[in-house]
């Protein structure tokens, strides 16, 4: 395995906590990440100073969260989180502990920490701290829970959700023992917030390995949220195909959910989950799309372009693409690109217009919506002088 060395700004602030007497080390994803070969995306670092020694050591430090012991030290433009080594009590709500107390030992903070590839440490200069077997876990490719795992999964029900995020991120099997757990221990699922479990199921569509989810769903994770687990692990390979954006991965899973009789709709299972309204709306609009064949003509994509706009088009053509092949996004994307108009914003006339020539109310709707779809129809006759005779004469018959 390559190391991959911290920044010197990391460097600096893992020095500077041991010049004043304090153990400091690199902790968690940061040190799973470099002894994999890959840059870290933060640095983590945990200490035996108190949250109040490292606010005093750092001038500009912020106490981000001081219950939990974390402080993040800003150095010019970077960030580094440092966390006072601590222990935890009980868990009443399967997701935050009661209490956190702050210890003077390394071992102890990795022992609360959830998998062995996440509870290795690395000081400055010397060697690598890890009780519970992380590297090796590493070397064989393995989640497996530091300790017993189904007591690890009822403390925090969200663990189960990171063991399979982390399967689908680094391409790892689940232990055996680890996976048993999460199949045993997968009803505490419905004690989570779900905007929780929601960012943890993006996270795991966005990897390069967004199938996992079907391995998430036979265990039950999802059973709060769909009416059977059935959906196919082969279908959710067809993900790989998109873009990592969640706004594409969502609705392709969504249109598989509704196709295997997963969920009743894709409105209702969002809704559940807590996405923003612009995913909702695309995601639905999508489905919606899904459910008929696409256009065959540019005039019938304006056409669709105007009922759905652009974002919902271009994400139900990119879905299409991706879960039954097809060319609708070059399709679209040629729609686009020839600037012809499919909405009254483009219209050569407006309802000004109309309302000089003495049109009012639903007439006046009537008659712009019959000029759109006109011009749709025929691009070329998206002109001004045309559009405001076509609305005079039709409106005298
Ligand atoms: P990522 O690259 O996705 O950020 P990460 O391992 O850094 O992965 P974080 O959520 O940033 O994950 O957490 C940092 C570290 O804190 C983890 O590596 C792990 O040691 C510990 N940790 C985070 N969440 C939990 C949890 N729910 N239970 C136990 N330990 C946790
Ligand atoms: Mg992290």
Request: proline fraction near 5%.
């Amino acid at each position: 395995m390559s190391v991959i060395t911290p920044p010197s700004y990391v460097r600096q602030v893992l020095t500077t906590l041991q010049a004043r007497g304090h153990s400091a080390y690199l902790v968690g994803g940061c040190v799973r990440d470099m002894l994999l070969g890959v840059h870290p995306q933060d640095w983590d670092v945990c200490t035996g100073a108190l949250p109040e020694e490292v606010l005093a050591l750092f001038p500009g430090s912020r106490p981000t969260g001081l219950k939990h012991g974390t402080v993040t030290v800003v150095l010019g433009k970077k960030q580094v989180e440092v966390t006072t080594f601590r222990r935890e009590g009980r868990y009443a709500d399967h997701r935050h502990p009661d209490e956190v107390s702050f210890v003077g030992d390394l071992t102890t903070d990795l022992s609360r920490r959830d998998f062995t590839i996440n509870a290795i440490a690395l000081p400055p200069d010397g060697l690598i701290v890890d009780p519970f077997g992380g590297v090796r876990d590493l070397r064989d490719r393995l989640i497996r829970c530091v300790g017993v795992p189904a007591e690890r999964f009822e403390e925090d029900a969200l663990r189960m959700f990171r063991a399979l995020r982390f399967s689908a991120r680094l391409g790892f099997s689940i232990e055996e023992e680890t996976m048993a757990a999460i199949v045993g221990k997968a009803p505490l699922a419905a004690s989570l917030a779900p905007e929780r479990i929601r960012d943890e199921v993006e996270k795991l569509l966005l990897t390069r390995r967004p199938e996992k989810m079907a391995v998430l769903i036979d265990a039950g994770l999802l059973d709060a949220f769909l009416k059977h687990r059935r959906l196919d692990e082969f279908r959710l390979l067809r993900l790989n195909g998109l873009p990592r954006k969640p706004l594409y991965r969502w609705a392709a899973l969504c249109v598989l959910l509704e196709e295997a009789g997963c969920i009743d709709s894709t409105e209702s299972f969002l809704l559940a989950l807590r996405l923003d309204g612009r995913t909702l709306r695309c995601c639905c609009d999508c489905a919606a799309l899904l459910r008929t064949a696409p256009p065959t003509r540019s005039a019938d994509w304006k056409r669709l372009l105007r009922a759905y706009g652009v974002d919902s088009a271009d994400c139900a053509a990119r879905v299409h693409d991706a879960l039954l092949g097809g060319g609708c996004r070059r399709a679209l994307r040629e729609v686009l690109k020839s600037g012809e108009c499919f909405s009254l914003k483009h219209l050569a006339v407006s309802g000004d217009d109309l309302l000089a020539l003495g049109l009012r109310g639903k007439a006046l709707g009537d008659m712009l919506d019959f000029l759109l779809d006109y011009v749709i129809e025929f691009p070329e006759n998206n002109r001004r002088e045309l559009l405001l005779s076509l609305a005079g004469n039709t409106e005298e018959t």
